[in-house]
C-alpha cells in the first residue's frame, strides 16, 4: 500500500487550495492509498519564521514527509509562487527531502494569468528537492471552483476532468503497472 502526504500551504483553513487539497487526498484515498495531511499553517509560526529546525512540529513534520512515498503539494498562488508559508515550511526540510517521492503540486489562483505559476514558480523549488518526479500539475482558478459551507468545493466539468488526468498521472509515477498476461 503507498502511502501519500498531502501538504496544505495555504493560510486559510476554509481557502479552496485547502478544499482541493482534502478533495485529492479523498480521490487517492479510494484508490487504496494510504493518506495522511499535513496544513502548514497549523505549524507554529514562530517556528517557521525563525526557522527552527530543532522545534518539535517541524521535526515531526520532516518525519511525516520521510514516511511517505509520494507527496501532493497544494498552494494558492501569490505573486506567481507558492504561498510564503508553504516556502518557509519547505525552507526548514532537508536539501533532498523530497528525495525519491513523487510529487503532485496543485494550485488555485485568481485566473489563467497564473498558470504558469507552477512551472516557474513552484516546480524549480520542489525539483531541486531531489524528488523522483514532480508530475504534471494543475493550476484551478476561481471561476472553475465552488467552495461549499461545510469547506468542501466543487469544480467545473473541465477542471474535473482535468484534476482526474493529473490524479491518473501521479498514481501512475508512483504504481507499479500491472500487464495482464
Not at 19 to 31: D, F, K, N, P, W
Request: net charge negative.
Amino acid at each position: 500500500m503507498s502511502s501519500i502526504l498531502v501538504v496544505s500551504g495555504s493560510p486559510s483553513v476554509s481557502s479552496r487550495s485547502e478544499g482541493l487539497a482534502r478533495r485529492v487526498g479523498a480521490q487517492l484515498g479510494r484508490t487504496g492509498a494510504q493518506v495522511s495531511y499535513l496544513s502548514v499553517r497549523d505549524l507554529p509560526a514562530e517556528a517557521l519564521a525563525y526557522a527552527d529546525f530543532g522545534h518539535p512540529a517541524i521535526v515531526a513534520s520532516q518525519q511525516q514527509l520521510a514516511r511517505a512515498d509520494a507527496v501532493v503539494i497544494a498552494t494558492p498562488i501569490y505573486k506567481a509562487s507558492c504561498s510564503g508559508l508553504l516556502k518557509m515550511w519547505l525552507d526548514l526540510l532537508p536539501q533532498y527531502g523530497l528525495e525519491g517521492k513523487s510529487v503532485l503540486p496543485l494550485a488555485t489562483g485568481g485566473s489563467l494569468a497564473h498558470a504558469l505559476a507552477l512551472d516557474y514558480g513552484v516546480r524549480p523549488i520542489l525539483s531541486s528537492m531531489n524528488p523522483r518526479t514532480v508530475v504534471r500539475g494543475l493550476l484551478v482558478t476561481d471561476g472553475q471552483i465552488t467552495k461549499n459551507d461545510d469547506g468542501s468545493i466543487e469544480l467545473d466539468q473541465a477542471a474535473e476532468a482535468m484534476l482526474d488526468d493529473v490524479i491518473a498521472g501521479f498514481i501512475g509515477s508512483f504504481q507499479p503497472v500491472l500487464i495482464a498476461a
